[in-house]
C-alpha cells in the first residue's frame, strides 16, 4: 500500500514561492503516476500538474503553466512542486495523488487516483 505525506504548504504574499514535496512510502513512487490536485471549498478539486512513473513525461493546468513546476527524485521516493510567481486564486489545499495508470498522464478523473495525501494548505495573500 503506497502513503503519501504532503509538506511544505503555507502562507505567502503574492508573487511568492513555495515548495511542496510528497513522500511516498511502502512502494515505490517510481512505476506510479502522481498528480497534484488542489480544492478550496464548493469546487471539486482539480490537477494542477501530472508526473509520469519515470519523470519522462508532464503536463500542468492552463493556470498554472509556466509558474508551477512537478518534478520526481525516485532516490528520495518524493515527488516535488515548485510554485512560483504565486496568485491568491492559487489558495487552496493542495493534495497528491498516485495511481498505475495504462496512460500515465491521461485525463483521469480525480476519483480514479486510489492514493492520496491529507493535503496542505496554501495561503496567497498580502
Known amino acids: 500500500q503506497l502513503r503519501l505525506v504532503e509538506s511544505g504548504g503555507g502562507l505567502v504574499q503574492p508573487g511568492g514561492s513555495l515548495r511542496l514535496s510528497c513522500a511516498a512510502s511502502?512502494?515505490?513512487?517510481?512505476?506510479?503516476?502522481v498528480g497534484w490536485f488542489r480544492q478550496v471549498p464548493g469546487k471539486e478539486r482539480e490537477r494542477v500538474s501530472c508526473?509520469?512513473?519515470?519523470?519522462?513525461?508532464?503536463n500542468y493546468a492552463d493556470s498554472v503553466k509556466g509558474r508551477f513546476t512537478i518534478t520526481k527524485d525516485n532516490s528520495k521516493n518524493t515527488v516535488y512542486m515548485v510554485m512560483n510567481n504565486l496568485k491568491p486564486e492559487d489558495t487552496a489545499v493542495y493534495y497528491c495523488?498516485?495511481?498505475?495508470?495504462?496512460?500515465?498522464?491521461?485525463?483521469?478523473?480525480?476519483?480514479?487516483?486510489?492514493?492520496w495525501g491529507q493535503g496542505t494548505q496554501v495561503t496567497v495573500s498580502s
Open positions: 495523488a498516485a495511481e498505475q495508470f495504462a496512460l500515465s498522464c491521461g485525463n483521469y478523473h480525480y476519483t480514479e487516483y486510489g492514493n
Open positions: 511502502g512502494s515505490t513512487v517510481a512505476t506510479y503516476t
Open positions: 508526473i509520469s512513473g519515470y519523470g519522462g513525461y508532464t
